[in-house]
């Protein structure tokens, strides 16, 4: 059976993600479990130890206090890095999983940083050039699976990499010997 082209892989992951944040964690778990299960998926749970910020939203937000505690634990090291941390920052604590760059623009000033010289490039670099973000349409962003892996890895660069390979993003790389001369 041949499937439809017009509905990728990250219309799917979207889709998800969208419906399982509408779910307590032991429904979203039911849910994952009947799915592997219809497609026969063998599903692993891998937990890291060393994990920087766990993903529970419910003591989090008390243990950092507000976003401006988030981002200076965090340190991102760039604009794009800080965007994606102010989305995840916006989604986990503040329940909001579609942002505009306006809330990115109000959610660093409440975080008491550096003004987003240009919030708009800043936003769609986050997305097209690093893949921190997903474009939902209609001018609004989410955090992607790679924008949490690198949330969630800082302040460890050694993390942020590993990160960066295990969620690759952009060109796959040159093919050699077809259609070039």
């Given amino acids: 059976m041949t499937k439809a082209r017009d509905y990728s892989e990250v219309d799917a992951m979207r889709d998800i993600d969208a419906a399982l944040a509408k779910l307590e964690p032991e429904e979203q778990k039911r849910v994952l479990d009947w799915a592997s299960s219809k497609h026969q998926i063998k599903m692993t749970v891998e937990k890291s130890s060393n994990e920087s ?4 939203d419910s003591g989090n937000k008390q243990s950092f206090g507000d976003i401006k505690s988030f981002l200076s634990h965090k340190q991102p090291e760039n604009f794009y890095e800080r965007v994606a941390c102010l989305v995840y920052y916006l989604d986990k ?8 760059t306006n809330d990115i623009t109000k959610a660093n000033t409440d975080a008491r940083s550096s003004k987003l010289t240009n919030p708009a490039v800043f936003v769609k670099h986050a997305t097209h050039t690093y893949g921190y973000l997903t474009s939902l349409g209609k001018r609004k962003f989410a955090i992607s699976a790679r924008g949490e892996a690198v949330v969630e890895a800082l302040p460890d660069r050694e993390q942020v990499e590993a990160a960066h ?13 077809k259609g070039r001369k």
């Fill in 165 to 177: 390979l295990k969620f690759r993003f952009g060109k796959k790389g040159k093919r050699k010997g």
């Fill in 53 to 56: 910020f766990p993903k529970s």
């Fill in 93 to 100: 604590f503040n329940g909001k999983p579609e942002v505009g």
